[in-house]
């Protein structure tokens, strides 16, 4: 216990500033990117001369600045767009109106989502609660003119932008038709503008050349960043968030170099580590913050990755984890597909769903095998004397990790026997 009042304080605050460190802060300093910035800023710029807005789409891993670029520039826009107003008369002023639509916020059970669903997230981005449109029910033309008569109702430039576009799907004709669509006379008052943000490489390569022409009129990529420029994006966040105690070169240098090994160049990733390190160190009541607190933050940031990657797997591949777990747990694994197809129709039917076969099953062990969480050991005696597969978690995944997918899905971690399956 600390000699401070309240249970809640800790002997020494590292963190001064917490939401520094937070994923939706938008930094007024936006380091080593220049270059990206200098071509990025080309979309902007006839918005601020009072010309029609370009589209544009941006792409690159994850963590690598498209959002916070894109926030940075539009705050810096409406900020200067603001004071310029300010020396013209009304009829020549500039209005933005910005739409920030989350793709993956529409995706249907398969993980798509379509044009037709966007265009209703649009419009009941300007509708009241009791006004807004359910998710199906009316003709895509009805809700596509609904939306154009919103965008002319409100009038001005308008900026679309859609994150994470690649959710989007085979249906991609909002892609093409809101750019096209002064051009086709479904607008009057309105220009709009569409940015399409990804970090899905096929996606970008797939697009129809129709839709690559329209879209992609300026193409921004943002490449991974290098370990020294993690480095600069951790000091400057340590510099805004941390007390100047809290941190040295090490710790800087640390953070940047463990992001750039283990998370493909990610600022986020890199900011995380040195908001868990930071928060380990802090806990302990020790400064500055050191390679174990580094390496400790780590450890736990790969662990909460991979529980998160378990919750975005659909029901069929959780219940086939959870079949291997309980294998794992018992000391039955390496274990045939065939007992894990019979631990797996246990868990199915534990849950209420009808199991699928051995082969549908195997379909999906696959996939699984393919993201490096299980391993298959291929047997084969030779012609009439039998093959067979064997699986087991690779060395990465445990058994608990799969529990805590389930808890944070708030699904019952129910019990099973592996012997009753056999
Ligand atoms: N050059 C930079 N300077 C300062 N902070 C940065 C920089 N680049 C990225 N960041 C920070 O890193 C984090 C991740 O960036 P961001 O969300 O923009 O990535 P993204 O490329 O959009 O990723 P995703 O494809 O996963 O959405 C954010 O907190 C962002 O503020």
Redesign the pocket.
Known sequence: MTTSESIFEDEVELIENAEVLE?D???DE????DEVLEDYLDVYKPIYKGRPPENAFLY?D????????TKYLLNNLERDLTSKNESLPKDEQRELNVIWVNCENFTKTDDTTSSYQIAIGIVNKFREPGDKLSNTGYAPRDVYSMMYEEFDALGGTILVILDEVEKIGSDQTILYDIPRARDSGYLTEARVGVIG?S?DYEFRKNLSPKIKDSLCETEVY?PQYTSPELQE?VR?RAEKALSSGAYDTNTIARCGAKAYQNARGS??RA?RLLKKSAEIAEKEGVEPISDDHIDRAHEKLQYDNLVQKFTDQDNQKLYILKAVAHLTEQGKTPARTSTIHGVYEAVAYHYGDKPLTQRGMFNHLSKLVMFGWINTYEHNKGRGTGQWNEHEFSDDVKPDKVQEAFTHLGREWLAVDVTDCE
Request: glycine content about 12%.
């Open positions: 994923e802060y938008t930094p936006f380091v080593c990117r690159g994850t963590g690598v600045g498209k959002t916070a670029a943000i970090n943002f994006i400057t600022a986020r900011i």
